[in-house]
Nanobody, 126 residues
């Protein structure tokens, strides 16, 4: 079992940047793939970005491409989401997620993940 804790959310203005962090309770070795999702009020949870267990392969939703960057630091059991040029429509609760998955598979579906954090609120004002 892996516990995940997100941090780094907050209230920012449009155009600002934020870096979200996700701390894992145990070693985040190359056997785990990791992802970020978000959920706005009244909407379903949606995929943002993910990174594979090995080789650092990443995949992002169109809404995140060019603005958000996912990364991982297995030595620190951490995963990050650097968010630049934030827009009001990025406002949501952001969740990190993980699953056992070695190789270059980059899952993008909610049901593909086993472990979830409690979420961190990101609010972008116009």
């Amino acid at each position: 079992q892996v516990q995940l804790v997100e941090s780094g959310g907050g209230l920012v203005q449009a155009g600002d940047s934020l870096r979200l962090s996700c701390a894992a309770s145990k070693s985040t070795s190359s056997l785990y793939a990791w992802g970020w999702f978000r959920q706005a009020p009244g909407k379903e949870r949606e995929f943002v970005s993910a990174i594979s267990g090995s080789a650092g392969r990443t995949y992002s939703a169109d809404s995140a491409k060019g603005r958000f960057t996912i990364s991982r630091d297995d030595a620190k059991n951490m995963m990050y989401l650097q968010m630049n040029s934030l827009k009001p429509e990025d406002t949501a609760v952001y969740y990190c997620a993980g699953r056992h998955s070695g190789g270059t598979y980059v899952p993008s579906r909610v049901e593909s993940y086993t472990y979830w954090g409690q979420g961190t609120q990101v609010t972008v004002s116009s």
